[in-house]
């Protein structure tokens, strides 16, 4: 009897134990932060990488409180300047309707209000590359003093370079 109740409880406290133990393993829980600034109102945000972002009017931008350990990511709705923290291993991606701002550390503006015919992204210093509709074969690298004008009606985009600052 003693022999068939220990074949019964190892095996349940070694699942037990097993279960446990990967608690660590299991994705933690993040909040989702959401900062909006209303007209006239402008913010300085500092992200939990020590990246700063200056949030215009009329502007949202949505991140976690935590980034994981492969990327940083953020969601812009309107516009902001983004002074990014360099991290070679883990990359920063700035996600707008229709594009994608990749980056490991620069200075460069993204504008992106839901109501406006086009999205720029303005590059100040570093380097970004900016991924077109999702489409890897529509990536542009900026190089800094350049810009890219994307136009939601046509669904093209062309590069300039710009002489004064562009905020």
Same mark, same amino acid.
């Given at each position: 009897?003693?022999?068939?109740?220990?074949?019964?409880?190892?095996?349940?406290?070694?699942?037990?134990?097993?279960?446990?133990?990967n608690?660590?393993?299991?994705?933690?829980?993040?909040?989702e932060?959401?900062?909006?600034?209303?007209?006239?109102q402008?913010?300085?945000?500092? /992200?939990?990488? #020590? +990246?700063?972002?200056?949030l215009?009017?009329?502007?949202?931008?949505t991140?976690?409180?935590?980034? !994981?350990? &492969?990327?940083?990511?953020?969601?812009?709705?309107?516009?902001?300047?983004?002074?990014?923290?360099?991290?070679t291993?883990r990359p920063?991606?700035?996600?707008?309707?229709?594009?994608?701002?990749?980056?490991?550390g620069?200075?460069?503006?993204?504008?992106a209000?839901?109501?406006?015919?086009?999205?720029?992204?303005a /590059?100040?210093? #570093? +380097?970004?590359?900016?991924?077109?509709?999702?489409?890897q074969?529509?990536?542009?690298?900026?190089? !800094?003093? &350049?810009?890219?004008?994307y136009?939601?009606?046509?669904k093209?985009?062309?590069?300039?370079?710009?002489?004064?600052?562009?905020?």
């Open positions: 009897i003693a022999a068939a109740i220990l074949i019964l409880i190892i095996p349940s406290v070694l699942i037990y134990q097993q279960i446990s133990g608690e660590d393993l299991q994705p933690e829980v993040q909040n932060i959401v900062k909006y600034n209303p007209s006239g402008k913010s300085q945000i500092k /992200l939990p990488d #020590g +990246s700063t972002v200056w215009n009017a009329e502007s949202t931008l991140y976690f409180e935590n980034f !994981p350990s &492969s990327v940083r990511e953020v969601k812009l709705e309107g516009e902001a300047f983004f002074e990014i923290k360099r991290d291993l920063f991606f700035v996600n707008t309707e229709k594009l994608q701002v990749g980056v490991l620069t200075g460069f503006n993204v504008r209000y839901e109501e406006d015919q086009e999205v720029t992204v /590059l100040i210093h #570093g +380097s970004v590359e900016v991924l077109i509709d999702g489409k074969e529509n990536d542009v690298v900026l190089s !800094p003093g &350049s810009e890219l004008t136009s939601k009606d046509t093209t985009h062309e590069t300039s370079y710009f002489a004064d600052d562009p905020l």
